[in-house]
């Protein structure tokens, strides 16, 4: 954690790149098996994370399939980025898992459905809204979450850069837990940049001169 913030990195497939990035002190490193994702993690790396937690990503599958990869991965968190139904989180929670609901956010209106979750998820991530499930690269306007008044803590993604950090420990909210950085940290998808993270790192900690963000 920095500054009290979790720091999930997203969307890794191969195990030398994972070794670095958990290496840099990351909290959780996600997978994504989402078929139509460029990061799709079609088989087991040769190595997983040992230190940081493994959140697996899902586009509305079926329950079978998120246990037996839960199962395969050694997952800690299950993330959905679907249109997972309230009573799908509940029986996944129900189950054991850690939930982590993540819904497309445009303009405020976009909040209105996020509170039918309340109590079936361990927590929310708020992303750019995108016909390809997250990963687009693109920031919205996250002074819409300042609307949110849900008892869920969450956390922020969604075109997050190495110079965020400025813009980043300028945003507050009450229940803001930490952020989920991914294709803008790649050298080609599914291959992160460990310099481009230790430089977001730095910045957070406020290790950098302000005029470098």
Not at 113 to 128: A, M, N, P
Request: proline share 5%; net charge neutral; glycine share 10%.
């Amino acid at each position: 954690m920095i500054n009290g913030k979790l720091i999930k990195v997203c969307g890794l497939c191969h195990g030398d790149n994972i070794r670095e990035v958990e290496q840099l002190g990351i909290d959780m490193i996600g997978f994504i098996f989402y078929p139509k994702s460029p990061r799709c993690l079609c088989e087991l790396p040769d190595y997983l994370p040992q230190t940081a937690r493994r959140v697996g990503v899902f586009v509305d599958v079926d329950k079978e399939t998120v246990q037996m990869l839960a199962d395969r991965f050694g997952l800690h968190y299950i993330q959905l980025h679907g249109k997972e139904s309230p009573h799908y989180c509940r029986a996944l929670q129900s189950a054991g898992w850690k939930v982590i609901k993540a819904f497309p956010m445009a303009t405020t209106n976009d909040l209105h459905t996020v509170y039918e979750y309340e109590g079936f998820c361990h927590s929310f991530l708020f992303d750019t809204k995108t016909e390809l499930r997250g990963g687009s690269g693109n920031q919205f306007d996250w002074s819409i979450l300042r609307m949110y008044t849900g008892k869920t803590p969450f956390m922020l993604s969604g075109g997050i850069n190495q110079y965020s950090a400025g813009a980043l420990l300028e945003f507050s909210h009450p229940r803001l837990i930490g952020y989920d950085i991914n294709s803008r940290f790649e050298t080609r998808p599914g291959m992160k940049d460990p310099e481009r993270i230790r430089f977001f790192l730095d910045g957070l900690r406020g290790n950098l001169h302000p005029a470098v963000y």
